[in-house]
């Protein structure tokens, strides 16, 4: 409890807190403008399911940009979790108490994270309570569930990375090594689904490894495919096609989400590792 009030008083003190609250209401009020203009747009034929799948791709591209808006957030507020204080001096007092340096890097993260879920459930249901009243789409509980547990899941990923980057990067140096990483994750996505789409895997091998040493694009791809798989209708089984370029190809199967589970734990207990064995003084 003590980290997760520490956590937020640093969000709050730099003013990252003001800053993402007022860029998120400019951002929901974009995706509700835009959602309500598609769904009372006039059409001389309409076909069966259009609007529904229409609110369904805009909920993909909307939890698509939902899903960067946190990485960088998470990236920005945590960039220099480690090295930043260790630089100004705080970390020198914070480790001067008999607390283990274990319990200071794992305090942080799970303080740090509790803010990043809490932010995390306001976004994805300020995007999927809209679309379901206006698209009537009819979504499952247990897919709205499985979504969201994905959807938080990613930046739990991306906090563990942006935290180990900052015991051994300056940074300035870690921020833009893991805006990169996660570049590299969202392009291996789109060159996975266009080359899929041709029926092609040239570069399988490499977006494999490109997907395991940051998994958040595979675990979005999973998140859009609860999703459409939640819909209680009488689709074609070729329906996530039509999604375009926000198509879930090569869906992550559970044991890839179980990987995901150990790589977050190993990242862990690196950093806490890497932090005790780190020269501070």
Known sequence: MLWIVFAGKELFRKKIV?????????FIGLFNFGLYKLMHQSRLIKLPFEGIMEGVTLLSLGLLFAGMIVAFLVFFATMGAISGE?????????LARPIPRWKVYLGKYFGTAF???IYCTVLFMALLLPVQQMADVPLAFGSILRAWLLFVWGPMLLLAVSMLGSVFFPMLGNGVACAI???LSLFSGFAETLISARGGNTFSGMLLAISMLMPSNSLFSRVTYEIINGLDLPLLPDIMSQLGP?????IPSPSFIGYSVFYWAALLALGCFALKRKDIA
């Open 246 to 250: 926000f198509s879930p190809s090569n």
């Open 115 to 117: 803010w990043i879920a």
């Open 86 to 94: 260790v630089e100004n001096g705080l970390m020198l007092a914070v």
């Open 181 to 183: 990483l996660y570049g």
């Open 18 to 26: 003001l800053v993402t609250s007022v860029l998120t209401l400019l």
